[in-house]
């Protein structure tokens, strides 16, 4: 979190959401960041049955995520999971890229070994999947051409269950990699996925009803060899942006109601407990169909099954906060919005005595006003129910009283 929070301080964008501040509890050991209002994200609107976007609607949309890529990358910021619920969407059609969670810090000029576990499965170019740990901008542009197919398409082009079924569909739309690729390359898992049979690259032929100029910056950005990949300053002068019809203006975009990618996961829900019932609502009567094409879907977690060790470490967080609780301040020195100190950048690190965490500067003079907890004197209400619990004074060792 401290990485992400030193991230978010150095960009700068309209189209990279801005952290307004943080909120610290020291009562229950928690830490908030604080970001502005955004109604939709793309992955909801993309999936609402009512929505179809425009050629000059994605246009648009797409504009504003490689202005946001270009930001970043130009500031020395891989975001590294590229995916529509983290594309932030406002009622004034303003585009920000958003959750920096797996975002990392890079210097092209230098040799930096990065992890590979990283981008969500759908969206992960196929260097990472083969276990590449020396890349840069080119897998942010990846995920930015899956998206890019997935608003022409209406539907994520590439929806893989597994690792393996992934780098399939790839090689199957894509085309394998060339010798001399696999060659220069050294990938870790070049010789457990290789095909043994090399497959012919599929875009044009498959997405063929695209149009033309979004079909060439597609077949860019979705090159199987990372250095044929545009940066995002190339791909912005592509005549995908510089042919009719232009992209519109952000504020012309239509008012939709708020539509995230939960909204898409409760829909999906609700049609799988309809068809389990017989395909019947609750009032017997039979659901009619309310759309015929494919709709995009709720892409997965990026690494999800990373999400069991971070569930673990906050288990163990959570009961050792309750073990110390005795040692916090009163409430009202608790919550204040601040920018923590990063003196300590392993997220793994525990300090002994709670009170040293910090807070100790703002993101923006009065950018955000101080916000305390309640004011009642919780350590009176304390003695009281220890009282009447234990029929003794609350001064007891603390051992007995994190017991």
Not at 188 to 193: D, E, G, Q, R
Not at 201 to 212: A, G, V
Not at 298 to 309: G, T, V
Not at 389 to 402: D, E, H, L, N, V
């Amino acid at each position: 979190m401290a990485r992400e929070i030193l991230i978010l301080r150095r960009l700068h964008h309209p189209n990279v959401v801005k952290l307004e501040g943080l909120v610290t509890s020291r009562m229950s050991c928690s830490l908030y960041l604080v970001f502005e209002y955004m109604e939709h994200d793309l992955a909801g609107l993309a999936a609402s049955p009512d929505i179809s976007f425009t050629e000059p609607q994605v246009k648009c949309y797409m504009h504003q995520l490689l202005s946001g890529l270009e930001h970043c990358h130009n500031n020395g910021v891989l975001h590294r999971d590229i995916k529509g619920s983290n594309l932030l969407l406002d009622n004034n059609g303003m585009l920000k890229i958003a959750d920096f969670g797996l975002a990392s810090l890079f210097d092209p000029n230098k040799n930096q070994p990065m992890t590979s576990r990283v981008v969500t499965l759908w969206y992960r170019p196929p260097e990472l999947l083969l276990g590449s740990t020396d890349y840069g901008v080119g897998v942010d542009l990846w995920s930015a051409g899956c998206i890019l197919a997935e608003l022409l398409a209406g539907r994520p082009i590439m929806p893989g269950r597994t690792e393996v079924e992934q780098l399939h569909k790839i090689f199957k739309l894509c085309g394998s990699p060339t010798e001399e690729y696999w060659k220069k390359s050294k990938l870790p898992h070049a010789t457990i996925f290789k095909p043994q049979q090399p497959y012919k690259r599929r875009i044009s032929e498959t997405y063929k009803d695209f149009p033309q100029s979004a079909l060439r910056l597609i077949e860019t950005l979705l090159a199987i060899d990372p250095a044929d990949r545009l940066t995002a300053t190339s791909a912005l002068r592509s005549d995908f942006f510089t042919t009719e019809p232009y992209a519109c203006e952000p504020s012309s975009l239509p008012a939709y109601p708020p539509s995230k990618e939960m909204d898409a996961k409760r829909r999906d829900e609700e049609a799988r407990r309809l068809r389990a019932a017989g395909g019947r609502t609750n009032d017997g009567t039979k659901k009619t169909k309310t759309r015929d094409r494919p709709r995009a879907v709720p892409a997965p977690e990026a690494n999800a099954e990373l999400q069991i060790n971070i569930d673990k470490r906050r288990l163990i967080t959570h009961a050792n906060a309750k073990s110390k609780s005795e040692k916090f301040p009163p409430p009202h020195q608790d919550g204040a919005v601040s920018l923590v100190s990063t003196n300590h950048m392993d997220p793994l690190y525990e300090p002994q005595d709670p009170s040293s965490f910090s807070t100790v500067f703002t993101q923006e003079k009065n950018s955000v006003p101080t916000w305390s907890g309640p004011l009642a004197d919780l350590s009176a209400v304390g003695k009281q129910k220890w009282k009447h619990k234990f029929g003794r004074s609350s001064k007891q060792p603390a051992t007995a009283r994190a017991r």
